[in-house]
């Protein structure tokens, strides 16, 4: 079991900056690969970034490429999520996400967090 943690989101003007961490507790929480999603209201869940359990491999929805970074710092079981040049349409509640496949990381992860809310203004 895998217990995840969000924290960070608020608000920001278009153009801005945000970052978003998410802490991972339990058993061998640093073994596995982590992602991050995001859903808006009247839309359904969609993957945003994911990163492989040691760091070394990444993946991003074409929307976010270039503005959003993922890292993760194992000694801390954090990973966290830097967006920039931030647009309305990156509206939603943020969910972090893990699991042990990282196949699955993209799809259906096994285990969410309860998600923090990032609303950019125009």
């Known amino acids: 079991q895998v217990q995840l943690v969000e924290s960070g989101g608020g608000s920001v003007q278009a153009g801005g900056s945000l970052g978003l961490s998410c802490t991972a507790s339990?058993?061998?929480?640093?073994?596995?690969?982590m992602g991050w999603f995001r859903q808006a209201p009247g839309t359904e869940r969609e993957f945003v970034a994911a990163?492989?359990?040691?760091?070394?491999?990444?993946d991003y929805a074409d929307s976010v490429k270039g503005r959003f970074t993922i890292s993760r710092d194992n000694a801390k079981n954090t990973v966290s999520l830097q967006m920039k040049s931030l647009k309305p349409e990156d509206t939603a509640i943020y969910y972090c996400?893990?699991?042990?496949?990282?196949?699955?990381?993209?799809?259906?992860?096994?285990?969410w967090g309860q998600g923090t809310q990032v609303t950019v203004s125009s």
């Open positions: 990163i492989n359990w040691d760091g070394g491999y990444t």
């Open positions: 339990g058993r061998a929480s640093s073994n596995y690969n």
């Open positions: 996400a893990a699991d042990g496949v990282f196949a699955r990381i993209r799809t259906k992860p096994t285990y």
